[in-house]
């Protein structure tokens, strides 16, 4: 059903004003609703109990009859209010405007440019030229805000700076006077008044809209408000004594990368400090010197640069991730750490936004700075349990060769992923392993292939997996010509998975999108096959994930993150088991829905208890080295910040 087709009085539109986002619950300031097109209702909630039952009883009245649905521009947001007043959002039927319009200029360059305000007035943004900017045009993609696409699309100017001060006002303020209120509840009534008319636009510009799946993509937007309310839980003395130790830290980490190459000097203020002179020689004794860009004071230390030039040797690839975890423990000192801080609340609990459908195949994409767990892996040892509770952490078994498998329907790639470890059943397949071998009688060639698995699943070409392959340096060194030779059994033992690839992007290049599922789209300006042929992949992982969690909130399980294809509950110890068996039962169920029953993905189970810090893989050697930093506070002293 179209929205032409659909009574537009049975939408609700709402929007909250609110503060203290980090605590469990945010402090409601006021909400505006208005039933269809109806004059807008206003709501003054703070410090009004009364209100907020005025409100909640015209929200109940108004979803009563079962046929209403709301009409939100954000749901993260208005979702974590919704929770605070007693409702439960995942259960009510809601279309996400935000989520729609980042539906919509997915990969969609008509959409992603355009019209848009400066402080030079209205302008025209257009997509750069491949490989090349025209002078005086701008290529600024447009902004995804309330106020822009209302200007973009409606051509109403809904004032940004004056948003900006309403906002401060309602953040900072330690009171409201009478003529505060009034400012923020026309403010507020303001937003609603435009949810319609953007409802309409998306109908019109996305040809594949349908209310049915707005309603449903609504729902994990509120999934992910749910988890927001939970929060992550911060062990906080471990997180103080990191913030006090700094100094020991950057000392200990400086020394871990002059142990590869001796970049860093000691100044007379015990600062380790990277010295250019020093970079550049590095630079000049790997293999790729000639071919390192350059900039004004010598060679490029850009990320970016190192991560590119790391793909073609591994030992730059090995100073790229000690650099890597240097610079995201630098983030803890004092006057960075204040960001990370203003998340957490009285709780001890860190609450950032999901920021839900972020990319192309619809995964999230939280800020790095304020989302633990885009972290190095060892900054996990901060998350704990408080006493009582316990971490439950659910992870799909290699669900991407098991996604390839089912949606290709391979053969040989569906028998390799049901034996329970795809990447030895295939190199027993090439004979690379013998019949009898385990991952414990081959670890290096199992590795290997593991290795050459994973890459080849984001389309990687031969050089970024031998770099990839030999970036453990405590590993035997693998030549290029051996990867180039799994690579080709890859292709010849899969051929029907890598047959289904070039169908995705030949099909892709033909009719200009590519659609899953519950109307999820990337349309026609993806200009990369690699990342083209690997989105009906990632976007079924991606909506393995979404079901999931939509499901675990929908029965109140204690479900606080996912992170890509795992999912992450804080428990009471004693309810342990039945809330693992019914967080199980729903990602099995969203493995069937979504894939239809052609194959199950199976399921990793791992449990934390307080006090036992969340150390794995990579993690391992990191803590090894730095756990007495977390652990202890070796100045006994911290004055500079307020916990």
Known sequence: MTVEQFDMSLFGSLDFEYRNSQERFPELVSAAFQAGEKKPERFWLFNSPKEKSRFTSRLKEFLAPGNTSLLVFANTAEGRCLESLGFNPASIPTV????????????????????????????????????????????????????????????????????DEMRDLILHSPRFEICDMEKILQYNTMDVA???????????????????????RGKYSAAMAMCEDHGIPIHMERLKNLIA??????????REVNAIFPIFEV??????????????EFV?????????????????????????????????????????????????RPGKVEEFLSHIG????????????????????????????????????????????????????????????????????????????PYLAFAKKVGAIPEGGTKESHPVVRDLYKAVVLMLQFQAGDGAIHAKVNSDPSKPKVSLSTVKSVVRQHKNIF????????????????????????????????DNDRSTGNFAIQGTGALMMINASVRMHQRRLPYFSPLHDGFYLMPRIEELEAVKASAIECLE????????????????????????????????AHWSKLKEFFLTNMFDSLDELDF
């Open 346 to 421: 009285s709780d001890s609990r860190l609450r950032t936004s999901m920021m839900p459908y972020g990319t192309q195949s619809f995964r999230n994409a939280p800020k790095a700075r304020t989302f633990i767990f885009a972290m190095s892996s060892v900054l996990r040892t901060l998350v704990a349990p408080p006493p009582g509770y316990c971490i439950l952490s659910l992870d799909y078994k290699a669900q991407e060769f098991g996604i390839a498998a089912a949606v290709s329907q391979d053969q040989n790639m569906i028998e390799a992923y049901l034996s329970g470890d």
């Open 284 to 332: 000049k004794s790997t293999e790729v010197a000639r071919v390192w860009p350059k900039t004004k004071s010598g060679y490029s230390k850009e990320g970016d640069t190192l991560r590119k030039m790391g793909v073609k040797d591994p030992r730059v690839e090995k100073m790229r991730r000690a650099l890597d975890l240097k610079s995201q423990l630098k983030n803890f």
């Open 194 to 216: 435009y949810l319609p008319a953007l409802l309409r636009e998306v109908a019109k510009r996305n040809r594949f809209f349908k209310i049915d799946e707005a309603m449903e």
């Open 96 to 163: 996400d405007l935000y989520l729609e319009v980042k539906l919509l200029r997915n990969k969609n360059n008509s959409e992603m440019y355009g019209k848009y305000l400066s402080a030079l007035g209205p302008q025209v943004s257009k997509p750069p030229l491949r490989g090349k900017t025209p002078g005086g045009v701008s290529n600024k993609m447009l902004n995804n805000s309330l106020a822009a696409v209302v200007y973009a699309w409606l051509g109403v100017d809904m004032d940004a700076e004056h948003k």
């Open 245 to 254: 130790n700094q100094p020991l830290v950057d000392a200990t980490l400086s």
């Open 589 to 620: 169920t969203a493995c069937r829905d979504v894939l239809g029953g052609r194959i199950e993905i199976g399921i990793d189970k791992k449990v934390i208890m307080p006090d036992e810090p969340w150390v794995e893989g990579k993690a391992i």
């Open 267 to 280: 100044e007379r203020t015990g600062r380790h400090v990277l010295k250019q002179k020093n970079f550049d």
């Open 495 to 526: 051929r029907k998975y890598w047959s289904f690839v070039d169908q995705v992007v030949k099909l892709y290049h033909k009719q200009k999108y590519l659609k899953l599922k519950g109307g999820y789209v990337m349309w026609g300006d993806n």
